[in-house]
């Protein structure tokens, strides 16, 4: 059974406070790497990445001790331990080992004793050195190159098999994508990835490919509307089918409804023809515009409040959720309460009885 990042590190601290290894498995371009970093960074501690697809023996070992060295009068070789190891034996890191299932087999005997004994070659790892591991293999194996895990190799690990949601790159990418992309992706989930076979040769949209779009438009500078060199430039990251539909998409985008405009401006009318697959990709943007961070004046609760009482039951829900999460939830919730608001038919409604309803309809 797979799970989301959003779970992966609400649970992932329990293995690490107990300084067992973790694996995580997964298709490429998901974002394994990334949550490993991001893990990193809400623990204050530094990543030292090897790619073990790339190492040797000598890698692992270190380089024998020019040193005269011996016991008891017997000459011995001593291997001066490489830089990486070094680092995590002598400092607390999150110690990251990428594409394991990729590497040869004495390297992965070798990753044995570092993930079962936290020492190899005589040099043993910081006590709060913890230990990732990341590979294409599990249930997606079979479209990969990589090498089988036997049960003795998977025992050395805790075993995450990671499907991560769209909700979990929106929450990621708000502030990281060119805002084009996030609302295509945020009014288009089908295409942030492929989730079926693959077929050879084909390029297909990942969660990286969409990532490195997004710093090469920005870089570029280029316009954001529907034009050849976009379609062109996205058919080599994201291939035709998402690059057609990311094209089509900006014909229209400069005249797509912002949150600016619907709370600010109180431009709620011109959702009243929208289904529900809008509403939700409304209240994503509003969650990732951060505005509900501020306290609202008494015109945008009032806008809001218009918006809220005419979109579907189980989006109000959502929205209803997205405002309890802002930093000034309890004072805009408080003041949103005894505001009265028009539906789309022009109707006063108390947005208190609305909630009442909203919330019983979502318990149906």
């Excluded at 004994?117 to 043993?124: D, E």
């Excluded at 990532?211 to 379609?231: C, D, F, H, M, N």
Aim: charged share 25%; with cysteine.
């Amino acid at each position: 059974m797979s799970i989301d990042f959003k779970t992966f590190l609400s649970v992932v601290t329990h293995i690490t406070d107990a300084r067992y290894p973790v694996l995580i498995r997964g298709r490429h371009g998901i974002g394994k790497s990334t949550v490993v970093y991001q893990y990193a960074k809400n623990n204050g501690l530094p990543v030292v990445e090897r790619r073990a697809s790339q190492m040797t023996e000598g890698d692992l070992l270190g380089l024998p001790d020019l040193d005269d060295t011996s016991i008891k009068g017997q000459k011995i070789t001593k291997f001066c331990a490489p830089d990486w190891l070094a680092q995590a034996c002598n400092e607390p890191v999150v110690l990251f080992l990428d594409e394991v299932d990729r590497a040869t087999m004495e390297v992965r005997q070798g990753i044995f004793e570092l993930c079962d004994s936290r020492k190899i070659a005589g040099h043993t790892l910081h006590p709060d050195t913890l230990i990732f591991a990341a590979v294409n293999g599990g249930q997606h194996g079979a479209q990969y190159q990589v090498g089988e895990m036997d049960p003795a190799e998977l025992d050395r690990y805790t075993v995450f098999d990671v499907e991560p949601t769209v909700e979990d790159w929106l929450a990621w990418a708000g502030d990281r994508v060119v805002k084009p992309i996030f609302d295509f992706i945020n009014s288009n989930h089908q295409h942030l990835e492929h989730s079926d076979d693959y077929e050879p040769n084909k390029v297909y949209p990942s969660r990286r490919s969409w990532e490195r779009l997004s710093q090469t438009l920005a870089t570029a500078g280029v316009k954001y509307e529907q034009s050849p060199v976009i379609y062109h430039l996205a058919q080599g990251f994201v291939g035709m089918e998402a690059a057609i539909a990311f094209n089509d998409y900006l014909r229209e985008y400069k005249n797509e409804l912002t949150v600016e405009q619907l709370i600010n401006e109180g431009r709620a009318d011109d959702t009243n023809a929208w289904v529900i697959n809008e509403h939700t990709a409304m209240v994503e943007k509003i969650k990732q515009s951060k505005i509900l961070n501020k306290e609202l004046t008494d015109n945008q609760l009032q806008n809001l409040a218009n918006y809220f009482v005419r979109i579907p039951s189980e989006v109000g829900m959502l929205l209803w959720t997205v405002m309890g999460e802002g930093e000034q939830a309890q004072n805009n919730i408080v003041n949103f309460h005894d505001i009265k608001a028009k539906d789309a038919d022009g109707n006063t409604i108390s947005v208190q009885e609305h909630i009442v309803s909203v919330l019983t309809a979502g318990s149906n």
